[in-house]
């Protein structure tokens, strides 16, 4: 009898088709961006931000749901409406929200600058703020930043410089941020590679349906609008929409993306579910970073919820377990109080039966069928003391899922936002 060949031992495993880079917003081919210092608020703080396709580029755009909403927002929900941008303008040190007509003025005039430095239509400019709400814009020290920004934007020679660049427009958006938030990745097909970059910002003010927070997602893979928007709007729900630090949801959040087609070629069937992969991986991972970097926070929070009959149900119980005042305190605190987590999943407007919840801090079981159990404190102190908090809910009602992120409630969040103004 023949023996079986064992070619299958030859076999390598299949590399993942994506992979994380060093970079961020400028990585994809035909991208350019630059943060600059135009003294907006603090003269030492790179506070401008450009981002520049060098071809007009398929767009898409998620907003704030809250009602207030900042006056560049409104007019980059205007030029979004074509499904065309060229370039992203963003600044750090003011809102730009809450001020009338001089608001609407100040971001029409961010985009008409941005435009004629380079050369392109002003529809196809997006405006993004974030600082203070209701003081009115230095326009003419923004515009200046813009000015120099559209300069220094063409003097990268080679793509270390580029880079640092690109790192200086990260650094341009952050307020209270304590660390740089980018990315980059790249995705390799048989027709060539596909890159990924993006940038954010948020530490404070940041709530389910989009809290201060600010996004820029930049690809020179080629996707028709309509498919980038449906990606960005699904990506949105399971990333930065599942992030809370304060409960508060700000006038000024977005995340845009641009996509130029700048790679060459179209994604095939199975490279486009790659690519949807990558994208996600890359919204998470920002969402993450924004909730590692609450305002004053010491531990990062993370709330999976299971076994739910629905999704929506899975992502109201873990939104707000994650944006419980009193479950942030007692993980601050280091205290099991699984109550405080169950009581958080009961007025979640989840649909479920609170005798058939067991919950966990880490791997420590601390109440079963919606009961305590006997369960070590110091296990689950030991726990908590970590710097990174994992809890889980688990319900026997179906197969549903989702997870959220936040962090602990500090002494330091009330210091800092207690003098934000000056």
Same mark, same amino acid.
Request: include cysteine; proline fraction near 3%; charged fraction near 20%.
């Given at each position: ?29 035909? +991208? ?47 030029? $979004? ?28 005039? !961010? ?17 993004a703020s974030t600082g203070v709400i209701g003081v009115e814009m230095p326009v003419e020290r923004v515009l200046k930043g813009i000015e120099q ?21 990260? $650094? ?37 349906? !989009?809290?201060?927070?600010?996004? +820029? ?13 449906? $990606? ?32 060459? +070629? ?11 992969? !990558? ?46 005042? $009193? ?24 649909? +479920? ?70």
């Amino acid at each position: 009898m023949e023996k079986i060949s064992q070619k299958s031992e030859n076999i390598a495993t299949p590399k993942p088709k994506w992979s994380w880079l060093d970079g961020g917003i400028g990585i994809p081919q035909g +991208f350019r961006a630059v943060g600059v210092k135009a003294k907006i608020k603090n003269p030492d703080k790179y506070d401008v931000a450009l981002v520049y396709s060098e071809v007009p580029a398929q767009a898409a755009g998620v907003f704030t749901r809250n009602k207030v909403k900042a006056h560049p927002l409104i007019l980059t929900k205007k030029h $979004l409406a074509n499904g065309i941008a060229q370039a992203m303008v963003a600044n750090s040190g003011n809102a730009n929200a809450c001020v009338g007509k001089p608001g609407d003025e100040a971001a029409w005039a !961010m985009a008409t600058k941005t435009a004629q430095a380079l050369g392109i239509k002003a529809e196809d400019v997006l405006v993004a703020s974030t600082g203070v709400i209701g003081v009115e814009m230095p326009v003419e020290r923004v515009l200046k930043g813009i000015e120099q920004a559209s300069i220094e934007i063409s003097q990268a020679a080679d793509s270390q410089q580029a880079k640092q660049a690109a790192h200086q427009a990260a $650094l341009a958006i952050m307020t209270t941020d304590l660390t740089v938030k980018e990315v980059a990745c790249e995705l390799v097909t048989e027709q060539g590679v596909i890159r990924l970059g993006a940038m954010a910002k948020g530490s404070g003010m940041i709530h389910p349906n !989009m809290g201060t927070m600010l996004g +820029f997602i930049t690809t020179d893979a080629d996707i028709p609008a309509a498919d980038l928007q449906a $990606l960005l709007t699904d990506a949105v729900e399971d990333s930065f929409n599942m992030v809370t630090v304060d409960g508060d949801t700000s006038t000024n959040d977005m995340v845009l993306v641009l996509a130029n087609g700048q790679a060459g +070629f179209q994604l095939s069937p199975s490279d486009w579910a790659e690519f949807q992969e !990558m994208f996600r991986a890359v919204c998470k991972k920002l969402a993450q970073e924004i909730a590692r970097d609450g305002e004053g926070a010491s531990k990062f929070l993370e709330v999976k919820v299971k076994g739910t009959q629905t999704l929506a149900d899975a992502r109201l119980i873990a939104k707000s377990i994650c944006g419980s005042s $009193l479950v942030k305190t007692a993980v601050f605190g280091e205290d099991a109080n699984w109550g405080r987590i169950l009581a958080a999943a009961g007025y979640s407007g989840a649909d +479920f039966d609170p005798e058939r919840v067991d919950i966990y801090l880490g791997h420590v079981l601390v109440a079963k069928d919606g009961q305590g159990v006997n369960f070590s404190e110091e296990e689950a102190k030991e726990v908590l003391s970590q710097k990174d908090i994992s809890i889980q809910v688990v319900l026997q009602e179906g197969e549903a899922q989702a997870t959220a992120w936040g962090c602990d409630l500090t002494h330091e969040y009330v210091t800092i936002n207690g003098s934000y103004r000056t």
